[in-house]
């Protein structure tokens, strides 16, 4: 959003505006005018001298009350006190003027006194930087069919028609103020919060006009939205956190080998657990109160100031264009698989991505640009100044980069992967490398998403919306109504920031269906030292509990045991005197059936190697990831590849 002197003009352009329609000054000459005296409860009544004020027909002032708030509020968002001043006393001269009354006969006349043209030029000279942008009715050249409405000196006025002189001679008032300097305390209208100068000039990120700062946490959804929204976040998030996780035990504890392609997975994996962590942090302060300054109310934290705003930052930002980089490395690697190549300068790859990971990241940390927005839930590169320029050189321009390599490593992937499977059509390894085909395309359709997500939401339209809002909240700030009620802010692209909330959490969730769900991954855990070691732990413990527990019988029967013992001995010795002649026998041929059965399944082992082995090289060699029971691939392409040492 922009701010500054942009803001204020196109807010003020907005509020004069808007006051065109409902202004009530002292245009033209009236004879049922009347005097009245000012109300000690005016925001002019210490401002002006004369208390005898001069009203129109049918205007009241408590009209005129909610008119001067709106002036003089719109004038605040100058952030300049002289001019607010200045304004201020003008705004109430023009509304409050002196009132004299004159009698002729029996006729009784109200007549007001102009302010002075010297009067009204020192508001132009206070204010110039901003009068064009106010009312003709406080331009200095004003005039009506009465005359200029600032004269040089007075006003000349026919009352004949009551029985008065033809030219009654009212002078201007020059001194009707006392005083046009020093600050004006404005109020800010609900829910705007009221801040110090002190603080503005030396605390960073307040979206401040004049000295109302929008409040924090700005709610740019309505309630509905926001707990769809934060329940989705929370739920896609834990399992994506998870499903990573998962990933990693599988590849790292259980797999118990470790590979290019594994570390490919890995990396990639770990990045978006990173992304994970940042959007954790938001959770850590309900309501949305993460981007919340503690002590300060009305200001957003900055890395500046605010640490957990710099780490958040610095999270997303890393995991992000981690996530983004890897993937590009995963893409590259399946079309190198594709075509039976060795990936040989991986280990230039491998430092390349994580050099530019960690430039991404830091490089906004070290210029000082993490910083939360009206529209966001966390920190992100938001510069005081340049935002743009940040934003693109270290994450627009890099992501479509990465989009155009993601697309066409996926477009060669998808038809290489059809064309083998209609050449050589195997169920099993179809299903798998169709997961990996959906896993590229979602995966460009999430990071092209995000890549041109700036584009979507159309920040001039929250610019006008928000300048609206404003306007609003000072036409309506003595309205007894609450503000969610007069003044209600919605603004558009709920639909486009939910989509972004739910592809952006669901990277690590959906590698997990791809890679953790899969046969192989069965495999690799029941085949893990870690799952045998905790398996053997467990029987071996729960037989010696079932020892302990049998090894207690009753001594009663141990002697009964000692006689039956003994009168068995002897014919048990008969018997293995008349049977030791067959037990070699018996023992010879079993080692034969195990020997003969061994043979067998190695050479139907071999057999079906040898069958299987032309279709396995061509149908696994799109797969990104090895699958032990069809590893001829792993002969052709990996088998000289040794853990990720390199």
């Not at 997500?453 to 928000?466: A, I, Q, R």
């Given at each position: 959003m922009k701010s500054g002197y942009f803001f204020v003009v196109l807010l003020l352009l907005n509020i004069f505006g808007?006051?065109?329609?409902?202004?009530?000054?002292?245009?033209?000459?009236?004879?049922?005018?009347?005097?009245?005296?000012?109300?000690?409860?005016?925001?002019?009544?210490?401002?002006?001298?004369?208390?005898?004020?001069?009203?129109?027909?049918?205007?009241?002032?408590?009209?005129?009350?909610?008119?001067?708030?709106?002036?003089?509020?719109?004038?605040?968002?100058?952030?300049?006190?002289?001019?607010i001043a200045s304004f201020k006393g003008l705004v109430c001269l023009k509304n409050y003027q002196p009132c004299q009354t004159f009698t002729f006969n029996t006729n009784?006349?109200?007549l007001p006194s102009y302010p002075c043209q010297?009067?009204?030029?020192?508001?132009e000279y206070e204010c110039s930087n901003y009068i064009s942008l106010f009312p003709n009715e406080y331009k200095c050249n004003y005039t009506t069919v009465d005359g200029p409405q600032y004269p040089d000196n007075s006003t000349i006025y026919d009352l004949t028609s009551i029985g008065g002189p033809s030219n009654q001679t009212i002078q201007c008032t020059a001194d009707g103020v006392t005083a046009n300097s020093g600050e004006v305390d404005v109020p800010c209208p609900s829910p705007l919060i009221k801040v110090?100068?002190?603080?503005?000039?030396?605390?960073?990120?307040?979206?401040?006009?004049?000295?109302?700062?929008?409040?924090c946490p700005f709610h740019i959804l309505t309630k509905y939205q926001e707990k769809v929204s934060y329940y989705t976040k929370a739920v896609v998030y834990f399992l994506s956190f998870f499903g990573s996780i998962f990933l990693i035990l599988s590849f790292v504890v259980m797999a118990g080998k470790y590979s290019k392609k594994y570390e490919i997975i890995l990396s990639f994996t770990a990045a978006t657990i990173i992304v994970d962590i940042s959007y954790f942090l938001e959770f850590s302060k309900p309501d949305l109160e993460f981007v919340c300054a503690d002590n300060d109310p009305g200001r957003f934290i900055s890395q500046e100031s605010d640490m957990r705003c710099g780490w958040s930052g610095f999270l997303y930002q890393f995991g992000t264009m981690g996530t983004f980089i890897w993937w590009s490395v995963a893409c590259y690697d399946v079309f190198l698989t594709s075509r039976i190549k060795k990936n040989i300068y991986f280990k230039f790859i491998r430092i390349g991505a994580w050099t530019l990971t960690i430039l991404f990241g830091l490089i906004p940390l070290m210029g000082k640009t993490y910083n939360s927005s009206l529209i966001s839930y966390g920190c992100w590169i938001y510069a005081p100044t340049h935002t743009d320029a940040w934003q693109y050189t270290l994450y627009y321009v890099p992501s479509w980069i990465m989009v155009l390599i993601i697309f066409i490593f996926t477009c060669y992937g998808v038809y290489n992967i059809a064309k083998m499977y209609k050449e050589y059509p195997n169920r099993n390894v179809a299903i798998y490398n169709m997961k990996i085909v959906f896993l590229m395309i979602y995966l460009l359709f999430v990071i092209t998403y995000n890549s041109f997500?700036?584009?979507?939401?159309?920040?001039?339209?929250?610019?006008?919306?928000?300048v609206e809002w404003v306007d609003?909240?000072?036409?309506?700030?003595?309205?007894?109504?609450?503000?969610?009620?007069?003044?209600?802010?919605?603004?558009?692209?709920?639909?486009?920031?939910?989509v972004g909330t739910i592809t952006t959490a669901s990277i690590g969730f959906m590698a997990f269906l791809v890679y953790g769900i899969d046969p192989n991954m069965i495999n690799v855990w029941r085949n893990s030292r870690v799952s045998k070691a905790v398996a053997n732990k467990v029987t071996s413990t729960v037989n010696n509990l079932t020892s302990r527990s049998s090894s207690k019988t009753p001594s009663s029967s141990s002697s009964s045991s000692s006689s039956n013992n003994r009168k068995s001995s002897r014919s048990s010795s008969i018997k293995m005197k008349k049977t030791s002649g067959s037990e070699s026998s018996l023992s010879e041929s079993r080692d034969i059936l195990v020997n003969s059965q061994s043979d067998n399944n190695s050479n139907s082992s071999s057999v079906n190697n040898l069958n299987n082995n032309s279709i396995s090289i061509t149908t696994q060699s799109s797969s990104f990831v090895q699958n032990d029971s069809t590893s001829t691939i792993s002969n052709t392409v990996d088998n000289d590849e040794e853990p990720c040492t390199d």
């Open positions: 808007s006051y065109l329609n409902f202004n009530i000054f002292v245009e033209s000459f009236e004879t049922n005018g009347r005097c009245e005296t000012l109300l000690e409860t005016s925001q002019c009544y210490n401002t002006l001298v004369n208390h005898n004020i001069y009203l129109i027909v049918n205007q009241t002032q408590q009209e005129t009350e909610d008119i001067l708030s709106y002036l003089i509020g719109a004038a605040s968002l100058t952030g300049n006190q002289t001019c009784s006349i109200s010297s009067f009204c030029d020192l508001n110090s100068q002190e603080d503005l000039d030396t605390k960073k990120n307040y979206f401040a006009i004049g000295q109302c700062a929008i409040p997500f700036k584009f979507y939401l159309k920040e001039s339209v929250y610019e006008e919306l928000l609003c909240l000072y036409r309506t700030q003595n309205s007894l109504v609450s503000h969610d009620e007069r003044c209600p802010l919605n603004l558009p692209g709920f639909a486009f920031r939910y």
